[in-house]
Protein backbone atom coordinates (compact mmCIF):
# COMPACT_ATOMS: atom_id res chain seq x y z
CA UNK A 1 0.00 0.00 0.00
CA UNK A 2 1.90 2.98 -1.53
CA UNK A 3 1.94 6.33 0.37
CA UNK A 4 1.45 7.24 4.01
CA UNK A 5 0.03 5.91 7.21
CA UNK A 6 -1.47 8.16 9.85
CA UNK A 7 -2.19 5.91 12.82
CA UNK A 8 -4.67 7.57 15.77
CA UNK A 9 -5.06 5.86 19.33
CA UNK A 10 -8.33 4.96 20.19
CA UNK A 11 -8.25 8.16 23.39
CA UNK A 12 -8.37 10.19 19.85
CA UNK A 13 -4.06 11.31 19.93
CA UNK A 14 -2.59 11.70 16.55
CA UNK A 15 0.63 9.67 16.10
CA UNK A 16 3.59 9.89 14.00
CA UNK A 17 3.36 9.37 10.48
CA UNK A 18 5.37 6.66 9.48
CA UNK A 19 6.08 5.35 5.71
CA UNK A 20 3.70 2.94 5.16
CA UNK A 21 5.71 0.50 2.59
CA UNK A 22 8.77 0.70 4.01
CA UNK A 23 7.82 0.02 7.86
CA UNK A 24 5.18 -2.99 6.75
CA UNK A 25 6.56 -6.63 7.15
CA UNK A 26 5.76 -9.97 5.28
CA UNK A 27 3.19 -12.71 6.81
CA UNK A 28 2.98 -16.10 5.07
CA UNK A 29 -0.64 -17.43 6.00
CA UNK A 30 -1.64 -21.01 4.81
CA UNK A 31 -5.15 -22.02 5.41
CA UNK A 32 -5.43 -26.24 4.06
CA UNK A 33 -9.13 -26.86 3.32
CA UNK A 34 -8.70 -30.33 2.87
CA UNK A 35 -7.66 -30.42 7.13
CA UNK A 36 -10.70 -30.50 9.15
CA UNK A 37 -10.70 -29.37 12.71
CA UNK A 38 -14.20 -30.68 13.20
CA UNK A 39 -17.21 -28.08 13.56
CA UNK A 40 -16.63 -24.39 13.46
CA UNK A 41 -19.38 -23.88 16.81
CA UNK A 42 -21.01 -20.29 16.28
CA UNK A 43 -19.76 -19.79 19.88
CA UNK A 44 -19.85 -16.18 19.27
CA UNK A 45 -24.01 -16.01 19.80
CA UNK A 46 -24.42 -14.83 23.23
CA UNK A 47 -24.71 -11.20 24.49
CA UNK A 48 -26.15 -9.49 27.74
CA UNK A 49 -26.06 -6.51 29.67
CA UNK A 50 -26.77 -5.38 33.33
CA UNK A 51 -29.78 -2.92 32.20
CA UNK A 52 -32.29 -5.37 31.25
CA UNK A 53 -34.99 -2.08 30.15
CA UNK A 54 -32.64 -1.03 27.50
CA UNK A 55 -33.98 -3.86 25.05
CA UNK A 56 -36.98 -2.07 24.93
CA UNK A 57 -36.13 1.53 24.11
CA UNK A 58 -35.63 2.80 20.62
CA UNK A 59 -31.83 2.04 20.42
CA UNK A 60 -32.19 -1.08 22.17
CA UNK A 61 -34.46 -2.77 19.86
CA UNK A 62 -32.68 -1.34 16.99
CA UNK A 63 -29.54 -3.16 18.31
CA UNK A 64 -31.16 -5.94 19.08
CA UNK A 65 -32.81 -6.46 15.49
CA UNK A 66 -29.05 -6.31 14.55
CA UNK A 67 -28.38 -9.17 16.74
CA UNK A 68 -31.09 -11.12 15.90
CA UNK A 69 -29.76 -10.97 11.55
CA UNK A 70 -25.67 -12.00 12.62
CA UNK A 71 -26.05 -15.57 11.29
CA UNK A 72 -28.57 -18.67 10.94
CA UNK A 73 -28.11 -19.66 14.47
CA UNK A 74 -29.62 -18.69 16.93
CA UNK A 75 -28.79 -15.56 19.12
CA UNK A 76 -29.07 -15.58 22.80
CA UNK A 77 -29.10 -13.06 25.37
CA UNK A 78 -29.01 -12.68 29.40
CA UNK A 79 -29.44 -10.15 31.53
CA UNK A 80 -29.60 -8.95 35.57
CA UNK A 81 -32.09 -7.58 36.98
CA UNK A 82 -35.16 -9.80 35.17
CA UNK A 83 -36.99 -9.66 38.96
CA UNK A 84 -35.91 -6.74 40.49
CA UNK A 85 -38.82 -4.82 41.94
CA UNK A 86 -39.21 -0.94 40.08
CA UNK A 87 -41.59 0.67 38.00
CA UNK A 88 -39.05 -0.30 34.71
CA UNK A 89 -36.97 2.75 34.60
CA UNK A 90 -33.19 1.62 33.87
CA UNK A 91 -30.13 3.46 34.81
CA UNK A 92 -26.38 2.35 34.41
CA UNK A 93 -26.36 -1.45 36.05
CA UNK A 94 -29.78 -1.00 37.30
CA UNK A 95 -33.18 -2.34 35.98
CA UNK A 96 -36.34 -3.15 37.22
CA UNK A 97 -39.59 -5.25 36.12
CA UNK A 98 -41.70 -5.39 39.46
CA UNK A 99 -42.34 -8.61 38.60
CA UNK A 100 -43.27 -9.04 42.79
CA UNK A 101 -44.96 -7.52 45.11
CA UNK A 102 -47.51 -8.71 48.54
CA UNK A 103 -50.29 -6.88 49.52
CA UNK A 104 -50.66 -6.36 53.50
CA UNK A 105 -51.47 -10.20 54.25
CA UNK A 106 -48.41 -11.06 53.05
CA UNK A 107 -49.84 -13.10 49.53
CA UNK A 108 -47.96 -12.53 46.78
CA UNK A 109 -48.99 -10.80 43.63
CA UNK A 110 -47.19 -11.40 40.52
CA UNK A 111 -47.01 -8.78 37.47
CA UNK A 112 -45.47 -9.88 34.18
CA UNK A 113 -46.01 -7.20 31.81
CA UNK A 114 -42.52 -5.58 32.18
CA UNK A 115 -40.48 -8.93 31.93
CA UNK A 116 -42.90 -9.94 29.33
CA UNK A 117 -42.21 -6.92 27.12
CA UNK A 118 -38.32 -7.59 27.84
CA UNK A 119 -38.56 -10.92 26.11
CA UNK A 120 -41.39 -10.21 23.38
CA UNK A 121 -39.22 -7.83 22.49
CA UNK A 122 -36.15 -10.01 21.93
CA UNK A 123 -38.51 -12.64 20.17
CA UNK A 124 -39.81 -10.66 17.83
CA UNK A 125 -35.95 -9.63 16.37
CA UNK A 126 -34.55 -13.24 16.43
CA UNK A 127 -33.28 -13.21 19.62
CA UNK A 128 -34.26 -15.47 22.40
CA UNK A 129 -33.54 -15.39 26.13
CA UNK A 130 -31.22 -16.83 28.41
CA UNK A 131 -32.81 -16.29 31.32
CA UNK A 132 -31.08 -15.09 34.85
CA UNK A 133 -33.49 -15.93 37.84
CA UNK A 134 -32.87 -12.87 39.90
CA UNK A 135 -32.58 -10.48 41.49
CA UNK A 136 -34.38 -10.49 44.80
CA UNK A 137 -37.58 -8.39 44.75
CA UNK A 138 -38.11 -6.43 47.82
CA UNK A 139 -40.74 -8.10 49.43
CA UNK A 140 -39.08 -10.82 49.49
CA UNK A 141 -35.60 -9.84 50.32
CA UNK A 142 -33.95 -10.60 53.73
CA UNK A 143 -32.67 -7.33 53.89
CA UNK A 144 -35.04 -4.98 52.06
CA UNK A 145 -33.84 -1.69 52.79
CA UNK A 146 -31.76 0.42 50.89
CA UNK A 147 -33.35 -1.43 47.97
CA UNK A 148 -32.04 0.70 44.70
CA UNK A 149 -28.71 1.50 44.69
CA UNK A 150 -27.38 5.32 42.89
CA UNK A 151 -24.42 3.80 41.28
CA UNK A 152 -22.16 6.08 38.72
CA UNK A 153 -19.32 5.65 37.40
CA UNK A 154 -16.91 6.81 39.55
CA UNK A 155 -18.40 5.83 42.98
CA UNK A 156 -17.24 2.73 44.51
CA UNK A 157 -18.04 -0.52 42.73
CA UNK A 158 -19.43 -2.40 45.82
CA UNK A 159 -21.94 0.20 46.62
CA UNK A 160 -24.09 -1.59 43.91
CA UNK A 161 -24.73 -4.51 46.21
CA UNK A 162 -28.15 -3.43 48.15
CA UNK A 163 -31.40 -5.10 49.17
CA UNK A 164 -31.54 -6.83 45.55
CA UNK A 165 -28.33 -9.01 46.41
CA UNK A 166 -29.67 -10.81 49.78
CA UNK A 167 -31.30 -14.08 50.20
CA UNK A 168 -35.42 -14.98 50.50
CA UNK A 169 -36.47 -14.45 53.64
CA UNK A 170 -39.09 -17.59 52.66
CA UNK A 171 -37.36 -19.54 50.21
CA UNK A 172 -40.91 -21.34 49.45
CA UNK A 173 -41.89 -17.76 48.42
CA UNK A 174 -39.14 -17.89 46.06
CA UNK A 175 -39.74 -21.27 44.68
CA UNK A 176 -43.59 -20.88 44.15
CA UNK A 177 -42.56 -17.22 42.72
CA UNK A 178 -39.98 -18.78 40.17
CA UNK A 179 -42.54 -21.55 39.34
CA UNK A 180 -45.65 -19.06 38.44
CA UNK A 181 -43.12 -16.92 36.32
CA UNK A 182 -42.34 -20.43 34.24
CA UNK A 183 -45.58 -21.46 34.35
CA UNK A 184 -46.60 -17.64 32.74
CA UNK A 185 -44.00 -18.37 30.19
CA UNK A 186 -45.25 -21.61 29.01
CA UNK A 187 -48.78 -20.23 28.60
CA UNK A 188 -47.62 -17.05 26.78
CA UNK A 189 -45.25 -18.49 24.69
CA UNK A 190 -45.92 -22.53 24.63
CA UNK A 191 -43.20 -25.36 25.50
CA UNK A 192 -41.88 -25.74 22.35
CA UNK A 193 -40.13 -22.28 22.16
CA UNK A 194 -39.50 -21.97 26.64
CA UNK A 195 -37.52 -24.94 26.13
CA UNK A 196 -35.03 -23.65 23.89
CA UNK A 197 -33.86 -20.78 26.84
CA UNK A 198 -31.35 -21.35 28.75
CA UNK A 199 -32.51 -20.80 32.21
CA UNK A 200 -29.82 -20.02 35.55
CA UNK A 201 -29.96 -18.83 39.16
CA UNK A 202 -28.48 -15.58 39.60
CA UNK A 203 -25.23 -14.00 38.99
CA UNK A 204 -21.31 -14.10 40.63
CA UNK A 205 -23.22 -15.65 43.84
CA UNK A 206 -18.77 -15.94 44.67
CA UNK A 207 -18.93 -12.36 44.90
CA UNK A 208 -20.75 -9.15 46.27
CA UNK A 209 -23.78 -9.59 44.02
CA UNK A 210 -24.84 -12.62 46.52
CA UNK A 211 -25.31 -11.39 50.46
CA UNK A 212 -25.83 -15.18 51.77
CA UNK A 213 -23.78 -17.91 52.39
CA UNK A 214 -22.26 -20.92 49.41
CA UNK A 215 -25.17 -23.09 51.29
CA UNK A 216 -27.76 -20.48 50.55
CA UNK A 217 -26.96 -20.24 46.97
CA UNK A 218 -27.24 -23.65 46.33
CA UNK A 219 -30.55 -23.94 47.84
CA UNK A 220 -31.86 -21.12 46.22
CA UNK A 221 -30.41 -22.11 43.00
CA UNK A 222 -31.89 -26.10 43.87
CA UNK A 223 -35.42 -24.53 44.29
CA UNK A 224 -35.57 -22.11 41.67
CA UNK A 225 -34.42 -25.13 39.44
CA UNK A 226 -36.47 -27.67 40.48
CA UNK A 227 -39.65 -24.48 40.00
CA UNK A 228 -38.89 -24.55 36.10
CA UNK A 229 -38.59 -28.26 35.90
CA UNK A 230 -41.69 -28.43 37.47
CA UNK A 231 -43.26 -26.86 34.82
CA UNK A 232 -41.06 -27.59 31.89
CA UNK A 233 -39.67 -30.74 32.46
CA UNK A 234 -37.38 -30.35 29.14
CA UNK A 235 -35.87 -26.57 30.44
CA UNK A 236 -32.14 -26.55 29.59
CA UNK A 237 -30.89 -25.67 33.73
CA UNK A 238 -27.61 -24.98 34.59
CA UNK A 239 -25.06 -22.03 36.22
CA UNK A 240 -23.23 -20.69 38.27
CA UNK A 241 -22.29 -18.09 36.12
CA UNK A 242 -19.74 -16.96 38.79
CA UNK A 243 -17.08 -14.20 38.65
CA UNK A 244 -14.12 -16.33 37.19
CA UNK A 245 -13.43 -20.32 37.30
CA UNK A 246 -14.70 -19.82 40.62
CA UNK A 247 -12.32 -21.93 42.21
CA UNK A 248 -12.66 -24.01 45.26
CA UNK A 249 -16.36 -21.93 45.08
CA UNK A 250 -17.05 -23.52 42.02
CA UNK A 251 -15.61 -27.13 43.11
CA UNK A 252 -18.15 -26.80 45.80
CA UNK A 253 -21.22 -26.10 43.73
CA UNK A 254 -20.24 -28.33 40.89
CA UNK A 255 -19.63 -31.26 44.09
CA UNK A 256 -23.55 -30.47 45.02
CA UNK A 257 -24.95 -30.65 41.90
CA UNK A 258 -23.47 -33.72 41.16
CA UNK A 259 -23.70 -35.64 44.15
CA UNK A 260 -25.13 -33.67 47.00
CA UNK A 261 -28.68 -33.78 48.21
CA UNK A 262 -30.88 -31.39 46.80
CA UNK A 263 -32.37 -28.74 48.68
CA UNK A 264 -35.65 -29.03 47.36
CA UNK A 265 -36.35 -32.41 46.41
CA UNK A 266 -34.66 -34.33 48.76
CA UNK A 267 -32.80 -36.42 45.95
CA UNK A 268 -29.07 -36.68 45.24
CA UNK A 269 -28.63 -34.38 42.73
CA UNK A 270 -29.82 -31.10 40.76
CA UNK A 271 -29.69 -31.20 36.98
CA UNK A 272 -26.83 -29.42 35.40
CA UNK A 273 -27.95 -29.00 31.62
CA UNK A 274 -24.89 -26.43 30.86
CA UNK A 275 -22.18 -25.39 32.91
CA UNK A 276 -21.14 -21.40 33.33
CA UNK A 277 -18.48 -19.43 34.59
CA UNK A 278 -16.98 -15.83 33.84
CA UNK A 279 -13.61 -14.83 32.37
CA UNK A 280 -12.45 -11.08 31.94
CA UNK A 281 -9.14 -8.92 30.79
CA UNK A 282 -7.12 -6.68 32.99
CA UNK A 283 -6.50 -3.37 30.61
CA UNK A 284 -4.17 -0.77 32.12
CA UNK A 285 -2.47 2.43 31.16
CA UNK A 286 1.38 2.56 30.56
CA UNK A 287 3.12 5.40 29.18
CA UNK A 288 -0.02 7.05 27.99
CA UNK A 289 -1.66 4.68 26.37
CA UNK A 290 -3.93 1.47 26.96
CA UNK A 291 -2.42 -1.67 26.93
CA UNK A 292 -5.01 -4.62 27.25
CA UNK A 293 -4.93 -7.92 29.01
CA UNK A 294 -5.60 -10.64 26.95
CA UNK A 295 -3.42 -13.53 29.25
CA UNK A 296 -5.34 -12.66 31.82
CA UNK A 297 -8.77 -13.07 30.07
CA UNK A 298 -7.29 -16.24 28.35
CA UNK A 299 -5.74 -18.40 31.31
CA UNK A 300 -9.16 -17.90 33.40
CA UNK A 301 -11.05 -19.91 31.06
CA UNK A 302 -7.92 -22.18 30.50
CA UNK A 303 -8.67 -22.98 34.56
CA UNK A 304 -12.50 -22.74 34.18
CA UNK A 305 -12.40 -25.45 31.54
CA UNK A 306 -9.36 -27.18 33.25
CA UNK A 307 -11.45 -27.36 36.49
CA UNK A 308 -14.84 -28.15 34.49
CA UNK A 309 -12.56 -31.02 32.80
CA UNK A 310 -11.44 -32.70 35.93
CA UNK A 311 -15.00 -33.81 36.30
CA UNK A 312 -15.37 -37.28 34.31
CA UNK A 313 -19.33 -35.97 34.69
CA UNK A 314 -18.71 -33.08 32.71
CA UNK A 315 -16.64 -33.77 29.86
CA UNK A 316 -19.08 -33.29 27.20
CA UNK A 317 -21.27 -31.16 29.06
CA UNK A 318 -21.90 -28.08 27.40
CA UNK A 319 -19.90 -25.00 28.54
CA UNK A 320 -21.40 -21.36 28.62
CA UNK A 321 -18.77 -18.25 29.30
CA UNK A 322 -21.55 -16.18 30.66
CA UNK A 323 -19.71 -13.36 30.33
CA UNK A 324 -16.15 -13.09 28.72
CA UNK A 325 -14.99 -9.29 27.95
CA UNK A 326 -11.56 -7.74 28.09
CA UNK A 327 -12.85 -6.13 31.31
CA UNK A 328 -15.09 -6.13 33.49
CA UNK A 329 -17.65 -3.46 33.90
CA UNK A 330 -19.37 -2.43 30.56
CA UNK A 331 -20.80 0.76 32.52
CA UNK A 332 -17.65 2.21 33.69
CA UNK A 333 -15.40 5.06 32.19
CA UNK A 334 -11.67 5.62 32.69
CA UNK A 335 -8.54 6.04 30.21
CA UNK A 336 -7.49 2.38 30.80
CA UNK A 337 -10.75 1.79 28.87
CA UNK A 338 -10.19 3.85 26.27
CA UNK A 339 -10.04 0.76 23.82
CA UNK A 340 -14.36 0.19 23.53
CA UNK A 341 -14.85 3.04 20.37
CA UNK A 342 -12.21 1.53 17.62
CA UNK A 343 -10.11 -0.90 16.60
CA UNK A 344 -8.38 -2.12 19.60
CA UNK A 345 -11.90 -3.89 21.02
CA UNK A 346 -12.59 -5.19 17.45
CA UNK A 347 -9.04 -7.13 17.07
CA UNK A 348 -9.16 -8.24 21.08
CA UNK A 349 -12.16 -10.08 20.09
CA UNK A 350 -11.02 -11.99 16.76
CA UNK A 351 -7.88 -12.71 18.19
CA UNK A 352 -9.36 -13.69 21.70
CA UNK A 353 -12.32 -15.86 20.57
CA UNK A 354 -10.08 -17.78 17.89
CA UNK A 355 -8.19 -19.07 20.83
CA UNK A 356 -11.20 -19.70 23.22
CA UNK A 357 -11.48 -22.72 20.32
CA UNK A 358 -7.73 -23.47 20.87
CA UNK A 359 -8.58 -24.32 24.66
CA UNK A 360 -11.22 -25.90 24.68
CA UNK A 361 -9.50 -28.25 21.86
CA UNK A 362 -7.33 -28.56 24.40
CA UNK A 363 -8.85 -29.54 27.31
CA UNK A 364 -11.09 -31.54 25.47
CA UNK A 365 -14.17 -29.91 26.67
CA UNK A 366 -18.05 -28.47 24.77
CA UNK A 367 -17.76 -24.95 24.23
CA UNK A 368 -20.99 -24.24 23.47
CA UNK A 369 -20.73 -20.38 23.83
CA UNK A 370 -18.75 -17.39 25.08
CA UNK A 371 -21.26 -14.58 26.08
CA UNK A 372 -20.28 -11.16 25.55
CA UNK A 373 -21.16 -8.51 27.86
CA UNK A 374 -21.82 -5.89 25.97
CA UNK A 375 -24.75 -3.61 24.71
CA UNK A 376 -25.37 -0.46 24.61
CA UNK A 377 -26.61 2.45 26.98
CA UNK A 378 -29.51 4.31 26.38
CA UNK A 379 -29.28 8.29 25.62
CA UNK A 380 -25.81 8.78 26.53
CA UNK A 381 -23.35 10.78 24.57
CA UNK A 382 -22.25 9.80 20.95
CA UNK A 383 -19.09 7.13 21.81
CA UNK A 384 -19.39 8.09 25.76
CA UNK A 385 -16.88 5.38 26.37
CA UNK A 386 -18.66 2.28 27.67
CA UNK A 387 -18.16 -1.35 26.39
CA UNK A 388 -21.26 -1.43 23.86
CA UNK A 389 -21.59 -2.86 20.81
CA UNK A 390 -23.44 0.26 19.27
CA UNK A 391 -23.41 3.77 20.29
CA UNK A 392 -26.33 6.41 19.94
CA UNK A 393 -27.75 4.23 17.41
CA UNK A 394 -24.59 3.26 15.58
CA UNK A 395 -22.87 0.01 15.44
CA UNK A 396 -18.93 0.28 16.27
CA UNK A 397 -16.85 -1.73 14.69
CA UNK A 398 -16.36 -4.17 17.16
CA UNK A 399 -20.12 -5.40 16.30
CA UNK A 400 -18.56 -6.02 12.56
CA UNK A 401 -16.38 -8.77 14.06
CA UNK A 402 -19.28 -10.43 15.02
CA UNK A 403 -21.05 -9.70 11.45
CA UNK A 404 -17.84 -11.39 10.40
CA UNK A 405 -18.44 -15.05 12.74
CA UNK A 406 -21.97 -14.86 11.62
CA UNK A 407 -20.82 -15.34 7.95
CA UNK A 408 -18.58 -18.09 8.88
CA UNK A 409 -20.03 -21.52 8.53
CA UNK A 410 -19.40 -25.14 8.31
CA UNK A 411 -15.99 -27.04 9.60
CA UNK A 412 -13.11 -25.74 10.58
CA UNK A 413 -10.18 -25.80 8.92
CA UNK A 414 -6.01 -25.15 9.69
CA UNK A 415 -4.63 -21.91 9.17
CA UNK A 416 -0.59 -21.19 9.58
CA UNK A 417 1.09 -18.07 10.16
CA UNK A 418 4.49 -17.51 10.28
CA UNK A 419 3.22 -14.07 12.15
CA UNK A 420 0.53 -15.86 15.00
CA UNK A 421 1.52 -15.76 18.58
CA UNK A 422 1.70 -19.72 19.71
CA UNK A 423 -1.20 -20.48 22.66
CA UNK A 424 0.82 -20.75 24.99
CA UNK A 425 3.14 -18.09 24.43
CA UNK A 426 -0.21 -15.85 24.16
CA UNK A 427 -1.24 -17.61 27.94
CA UNK A 428 1.95 -16.56 29.71
CA UNK A 429 2.76 -13.12 28.32
CA UNK A 430 0.13 -11.85 26.07
CA UNK A 431 1.16 -9.82 23.11
CA UNK A 432 3.71 -7.79 23.84
CA UNK A 433 6.04 -8.46 21.69
CA UNK A 434 5.88 -9.03 18.28
CA UNK A 435 2.13 -8.36 17.06
CA UNK A 436 -0.36 -11.61 16.43
CA UNK A 437 -1.38 -11.78 12.53
CA UNK A 438 -3.36 -15.49 12.59
CA UNK A 439 -6.56 -16.49 11.39
CA UNK A 440 -10.18 -18.44 11.73
CA UNK A 441 -10.75 -19.77 8.39
CA UNK A 442 -14.39 -22.04 8.14
CA UNK A 443 -15.88 -24.21 4.90
CA UNK A 444 -19.40 -24.65 3.94
CA UNK A 445 -19.05 -26.75 1.08
CA UNK A 446 -17.60 -25.10 -1.78
CA UNK A 447 -17.74 -21.52 0.39
CA UNK A 448 -14.26 -20.30 2.24
CA UNK A 449 -14.08 -18.03 4.74
CA UNK A 450 -11.00 -16.76 6.63
CA UNK A 451 -11.02 -14.28 9.51
CA UNK A 452 -7.25 -12.22 9.44
CA UNK A 453 -6.66 -10.01 12.19
CA UNK A 454 -3.59 -7.91 13.27
CA UNK A 455 -3.15 -7.38 17.32
CA UNK A 456 -1.18 -5.99 19.75
CA UNK A 457 -1.77 -5.74 23.26
CA UNK A 458 -0.31 -2.40 23.35
CA UNK A 459 -2.12 0.60 21.42
CA UNK A 460 0.18 2.65 20.19
CA UNK A 461 1.86 2.31 16.17
CA UNK A 462 2.93 0.02 14.25
CA UNK A 463 3.71 -1.47 11.26
CA UNK A 464 1.39 -2.94 8.60
CA UNK A 465 1.31 -6.29 7.73
CA UNK A 466 1.96 -7.76 4.60
CA UNK A 467 0.20 -10.92 3.82
CA UNK A 468 0.77 -13.44 1.08
CA UNK A 469 -2.34 -16.05 1.76
CA UNK A 470 -1.96 -19.53 0.32
CA UNK A 471 -5.51 -21.33 0.40
CA UNK A 472 -4.98 -25.31 -0.26
CA UNK A 473 -7.26 -27.27 -1.65
CA UNK A 474 -10.46 -25.11 -2.72
CA UNK A 475 -13.22 -27.13 -3.03
CA UNK A 476 -15.35 -27.04 -6.58
CA UNK A 477 -14.20 -26.55 -10.21
CA UNK A 478 -13.34 -24.01 -12.44
CA UNK A 479 -10.35 -21.60 -12.87
CA UNK A 480 -11.73 -19.00 -11.14
CA UNK A 481 -13.34 -18.26 -7.44
CA UNK A 482 -15.39 -15.65 -7.00
CA UNK A 483 -14.08 -13.49 -3.94
CA UNK A 484 -15.59 -10.86 -1.09
CA UNK A 485 -12.90 -8.94 1.29
CA UNK A 486 -14.37 -7.50 3.79
CA UNK A 487 -12.40 -5.08 6.03
CA UNK A 488 -12.31 -3.16 10.00
CA UNK A 489 -9.66 -0.60 9.70
CA UNK A 490 -9.41 3.04 10.46
CA UNK A 491 -11.03 3.71 6.61
CA UNK A 492 -13.27 0.87 6.66
CA UNK A 493 -16.32 -0.49 9.08
CA UNK A 494 -15.52 1.96 11.84
CA UNK A 495 -18.13 4.75 12.89
CA UNK A 496 -15.76 6.36 15.48
CA UNK A 497 -13.14 6.94 13.22
CA UNK A 498 -15.76 9.04 10.80
CA UNK A 499 -17.33 10.83 13.58
CA UNK A 500 -13.42 12.08 14.71
CA UNK A 501 -12.89 12.95 11.47
CA UNK A 502 -16.24 15.27 11.71
CA UNK A 503 -14.63 16.79 14.42
CA UNK A 504 -16.34 14.86 17.26
CA UNK A 505 -19.60 16.79 16.75
CA UNK A 506 -21.46 16.35 20.52
CA UNK A 507 -25.20 16.53 18.31
CA UNK A 508 -24.62 15.36 14.85
CA UNK A 509 -27.40 17.27 12.10
CA UNK A 510 -28.77 14.52 9.83
CA UNK A 511 -26.21 14.39 6.76
CA UNK A 512 -23.38 13.25 9.33
CA UNK A 513 -25.73 10.35 10.91
CA UNK A 514 -26.60 9.33 7.80
CA UNK A 515 -22.86 9.40 7.09
CA UNK A 516 -22.29 7.93 10.38
CA UNK A 517 -24.69 4.89 9.29
CA UNK A 518 -22.69 4.23 6.58
CA UNK A 519 -19.57 3.94 7.80
CA UNK A 520 -21.10 1.43 10.42
CA UNK A 521 -22.02 -1.26 8.15
CA UNK A 522 -19.15 -3.83 7.24
CA UNK A 523 -17.53 -2.79 4.54
CA UNK A 524 -15.71 -4.43 1.30
CA UNK A 525 -11.93 -3.43 1.21
CA UNK A 526 -11.69 -0.37 -1.37
CA UNK A 527 -10.21 -1.48 -4.39
CA UNK A 528 -10.24 -5.54 -3.23
CA UNK A 529 -10.36 -7.38 -6.44
CA UNK A 530 -14.20 -9.49 -6.98
CA UNK A 531 -12.24 -12.72 -7.77
CA UNK A 532 -9.54 -14.80 -7.78
CA UNK A 533 -7.59 -17.39 -10.01
CA UNK A 534 -7.47 -21.09 -8.68
CA UNK A 535 -4.96 -23.67 -9.99
CA UNK A 536 -5.73 -26.74 -11.63
CA UNK A 537 -4.48 -28.76 -7.32
CA UNK A 538 -7.51 -25.73 -6.26
CA UNK A 539 -4.83 -23.65 -4.89
CA UNK A 540 -5.33 -19.69 -4.35
CA UNK A 541 -2.95 -17.14 -3.74
CA UNK A 542 -4.06 -13.46 -2.42
CA UNK A 543 -1.80 -10.63 -0.92
CA UNK A 544 -2.92 -7.36 0.64
CA UNK A 545 -1.68 -5.33 3.13
CA UNK A 546 -3.41 -5.37 6.81
CA UNK A 547 -3.02 -2.62 9.29
CA UNK A 548 -2.42 -2.87 12.78
CA UNK A 549 -5.75 -3.48 14.63
CA UNK A 550 -7.51 -4.30 11.43
CA UNK A 551 -9.54 -7.29 10.87
CA UNK A 552 -10.14 -8.89 7.20
CA UNK A 553 -13.00 -11.02 6.42
CA UNK A 554 -11.92 -12.97 2.31
CA UNK A 555 -14.89 -15.21 1.60
CA UNK A 556 -14.30 -17.38 -1.71
CA UNK A 557 -16.85 -19.48 -2.96
CA UNK A 558 -15.81 -21.80 -6.41
CA UNK A 559 -18.54 -23.46 -8.56
Known sequence: MAGWLLVLSLNGVAHSRVPAESAAFAVQMEVDARHSLGPLKPIWRFFGADEPNYATMKDGRKLLAELGNLGAPQVYFRTHNL???GDGTPALKWGSTGAYREDPSGAPIYEWSVVDHIFETYLERGVRPYVQI???PQALSRQPDPYQHEWRPGLPYDEIYTGWAHPPRDFSKWGRFIEAWARHCVEKWGTAEVERWYWET??????GYWKGTSQEFHRL???AVEAVRQVIPTARVGGPDCAGHGGEWMRAFLDHCLRGTNYATGRVGTPLDFVSFHAKGAPTTIEGHVRMGIATHLR????????????PELRRTPIVIGESDPEGCAACQGPQLAYRNGTMYSSYTAAAFARK???AARHGVNLEGALTWAFEFEDQPYFAGFRALASSGLPLPVLNVFRMMGRMRGERVTVGSSAGV?????????????PDVSGLAALEGKRLAVMVWHYHDDDVPGAAAKVALMIRGMPGTGEIARLEHWRIDEDHSNAYATWKRQGSPLAPNRKQYDALTVASRLTALAGAPQQASVTPLGEVTLEFDLPRQGVSLIVLERQ
Do not use: C
Not at 202 to 207: G, K, L, M, P, R
Not at 422 to 434: C, F, I, N
Open 83 to 85: LTS
Open 134 to 136: GFM
Open 202 to 207: WNEANI
Open 221 to 223: HDV
Open 300 to 311: EIDRGFALIASY
Open 357 to 359: HDL
Open 422 to 434: PLEEMLKDGVRQR
